[in-house]
């Protein structure tokens, strides 16, 4: 016995425009499509949905982290705070809730947002919190800010050497300004109070609970070296995706506790329909806004950097090969076009194993030299199209008009016949995937509302295609997730207007009415 699902429009994403009537689920699988009052004849109807809405396949994020986004939800989110004054207001508020000596960790920070756009100095905290230790997370997670509480625990001073693929901010004093970025922030962090097992499953269910209002089915996730190791965090998710919640979940395996996975026993070829793990993550740059990805050039805006690497290419090629050896494709994060060369060269030596892709995760500043040597490699590209609307358009003052005319070319990667994936980022970014679905098409800034680089705009449905079908190709599941087809997963996301009928200026508003994943409802607005 099964359920019928039917009443709106159903689009199966086979290919484009391609819609059927009905769909017969049973036992979390798709078992045929069509019309209703055949499908009624010809199987065991348990249970009728009929729906008013328009149905997709259930959303994939290909690249987020899911525990961070929990913390998100539960930490204090300075994400749209508009001013300096706003932050400290709600961090002045924040701290008179707080018990004696503990910390106040607060996420998401974009200086940019804000008319002065300066970051935080430690002095503005202490006036603030000189007791209590803070640690501001900035947006992008390759930096924070922390007091001077935070640094006397962490023993930092001005003679603190500064990590490899780290930086230090000295203000012109020579005293510290509480800055720390990429490798420099883990000074502060080992000294920060550890998440224990009752925390971290509380935020993949918050997690969990915000991405399926959201359409989301499943994601593609990398956290497994942050939170006490391996083994605890894996058991975390052990706990709560596919026991506690409906949710298919993907885990990238960090480099720094690979050895761990594989001493465990574990391997990328053990698939499962809820838990699984993927590819070998490496960070190689930073980011663009603490100017610490790494570019071919000197930052426009400040000519003394052109970024940061956060291993050597010895570092990078050996880490590779561990991955080579233990039969596993890598994931990458690189920024800068210089970075996103490396890996490049990287892997034309040494290519991922047959079957397999690697994957380089967001490629935003890049030349055309560079796209047309990834068309030869089995390489995808997880893709933030929301960058463009947050990024733009502080990011052409960064990296100066040439070379941003070439980045961020999400239609190009797809014409050259790159693979593509659609991520959120998230915590970094918003994780609804309807506003990576608009940013795709529309690529309009939400700072000034212009349209930045319009020949790069994808159609409705390649952009949906980000965020269903190509996740599913990344990890070797196109043959049961991504599509409304027999023998795929029943995991379906409802929504309130048709994408492909309205305007492209009308994208962002269309809301998630009905989540449904293995044939069960999980979410109802």
């Not at 016995?1 to 425009?17: A, P």
């Not at 525990?67 to 400290?88: F, P, V």
């Not at 509302?449 to 994808?458: A, D, H, K, Q, R």
Request: proline share 5%.
């Amino acid at each position: 016995m099964g359920n019928l699902w039917y009443g709106g429009t159903i689009y199966t994403m086979e290919e484009e425009g391609h819609r059927v009537n009905a769909i017969y689920e049973n036992d979390g699988k798709i078992m045929a499509v069509g019309e209703p009052n055949v499908l009624r004849e010809q199987y065991p109807i348990e249970q009728e949905f009929k729906f008013d809405g328009v149905m997709l396949p259930g959303f994939i994020d290909s690249h987020l982290h899911i525990i961070g986004h929990g913390e998100r939800l539960l930490r204090l989110d300075l994400t749209y705070s508009q001013s300096r004054e706003e932050l400290l207001k709600q961090i002045e508020t924040k701290v008179k809730q707080l018990e004696p000596g503990e910390w106040l960790v607060a996420e998401g920070f974009n200086e940019n947002n804000w008319d002065n756009p300066k970051v935080i100095h430690r002095n503005e905290l202490d006036a603030i919190s000189p007791e209590h230790p803070v640690v501001l997370t900035r947006v992008c997670r390759h930096a924070l800010v922390a007091n001077s509480k935070a640094i006397e625990i962490a023993g930092i001073h001005n003679q603190t050497t500064t990590p490899e693929g780290g930086v230090i901010e000295y203000d012109e004093d020579g005293g510290l300004t509480g800055y720390f970025l990429d490798q420099a922030q883990e000074l502060i962090k080992e000294y920060m109070p550890e998440a224990d097992q009752a925390y971290l499953e509380k935020t993949i269910n918050t997690s969990v609970n915000d991405l399926l209002s959201h359409g989301i089915v499943s994601g593609h996730t990398e956290d497994l070296a942050y939170y006490g190791g391996f083994q605890k965090t894996y058991e975390a998710y052990q706990n709560t995706v596919g026991t506690i919640n409906n949710f298919r979940a993907h885990l990238l395996v960090h480099h720094e506790v690979v050895d761990d996975f594989k001493q465990a026993g574990y391997n990328t070829d053990q698939r499962d329909d809820w838990l699984e793990f993927g590819a070998m993550k490496i960070f190689s740059d930073g980011a663009l806004g603490g100017r610490t990805a790494y570019l071919s050039q000197p930052y426009a805006d400040d000519p003394t950097t052109k970024g940061v690497l956060i291993h050597s290419d010895e570092e990078l090629y050996d880490l590779i090969k561990k991955a080579r050896a233990y039969n596993m494709a890598i994931a990458v994060h690189a920024i800068g076009d210089a970075a996103v060369e490396i890996i490049v060269e990287i892997l034309e030596e040494i290519p991922a194993p047959e079957g397999k892709y690697d994957r380089i995760i967001h490629a935003q500043i890049m030349r055309p030299d560079i796209i047309k040597r990834l068309t030869q490699l089995p390489v995808i590209l997880d893709i933030q199209p929301t960058f463009v609307s947050s990024d733009f358009p502080w990011a052409i003052d960064r990296v100066g008009q040439d070379l941003i005319e070439t980045s961020y070319p999400w239609k190009t990667f797809i014409r050259e016949g790159i693979l593509c994936a659609g991520g959120s980022d998230a915590p970094i970014e918003e994780v609804a995937p309807i506003r990576g679905i608009s940013a795709a098409v529309n690529r309009q800034s939400s700072f000034d509302g212009n349209v930045y680089l319009p020949e790069e705009s994808l159609t409705v449905f390649e952009a949906i295609s980000l965020y269903t079908t190509k996740p599913a190709m990344v990890i070797g599941k196109e043959d049961r997730q991504g599509k409304l087809k027999p023998g795929f997963f029943a995991d379906f996301v409802i929504l309130d207007q048709d994408p492909f009928e309205i305007s492209a200026s009308d994208l962002e508003r269309v809301e998630v009415k009905q989540t449904v994943v293995g044939g069960h409802p999980v979410y109802n607005k």
